[in-house]
């Protein structure tokens, strides 16, 4: 009988370094999306924040961090990132397993924001865009998600089936930041 194994989206995509700047798959552990029902918005944030240790974020933002971390993902709608889910969120909210369905990669270094200007329509420098601001975003013809986790560190997100593109257009901002110095 065929032993099956799991891989990430990547297959386990070893960490690359271009100039300043260096990219590599995040396991972010569980992903679940967490969707309030009605009315029910300060419940779901209560059970988040006492089951999880993580606050609700608001519009824009994420909060928590490496290992428990709740991300903005739309409206009324937040990505919980790391631990299993509060069996109680589904009284009260919508909750769906997304764990297969995301790649995550994490993008550091002093010129990660000059990497991401070449394929995110939005202005993510420091001043605008700070630590725990998020925003789903196009990421060069991709829907995504970006976070900025770090002072030059960001978490990228973009569903599976699109991870080698992913890797492609970084890998290609990368170099194109790294041969102009």
Do not use: C, Y
């Not at 260096?22 to 779901?44: C, H, M, Q, Y």
């Not at 009324?76 to 995550?104: E, I, K, N, R």
């Not at 829907?143 to 991870?163: E, Q, Y």
Request: proline share 4%; net charge negative; charged share 25%.
């Amino acid at each position: 009988m065929a032993e099956l194994k799991a891989k990430t989206p990547l297959d386990d995509f070893a960490p690359m370094t271009v100039g300043t700047v260096t990219l590599e798959e995040t396991d972010l552990g569980i992903l679940t999306s967490v969707a309030p029902f009605r009315d029910r918005a300060k419940a779901v944030a209560d059970r988040v924040k006492d089951g999880h240790g993580i606050a609700w974020p608001a519009n824009g933002r994420a909060t928590g961090k490496d290992g428990a971390r709740a991300i903005w993902f739309g409206r009324d709608m937040v990505l919980v990132a790391g631990p299993t889910p509060d069996p109680g969120l589904a009284h009260d909210a919508a909750v769906t397993d997304q764990s297969d369905a995301w790649t995550a990669v994490t993008l550091s270094g002093a010129d990660a924001e000059d990497v991401l200007a070449r394929l995110v329509p939005m202005d993510l420098s420091v001043a605008t865009f700070k630590r725990g601001h998020t925003a789903r975003t196009q990421i060069q013809h991709m829907n995504g998600s970006v976070t900025r986790v770090g002072a030059d560190r960001f978490l990228i997100l973009v569903f599976r089936s699109m991870a080698g593109t992913l890797l492609h257009d970084l890998q290609r901002a990368m170099e194109s930041v790294a041969a102009r110095g």
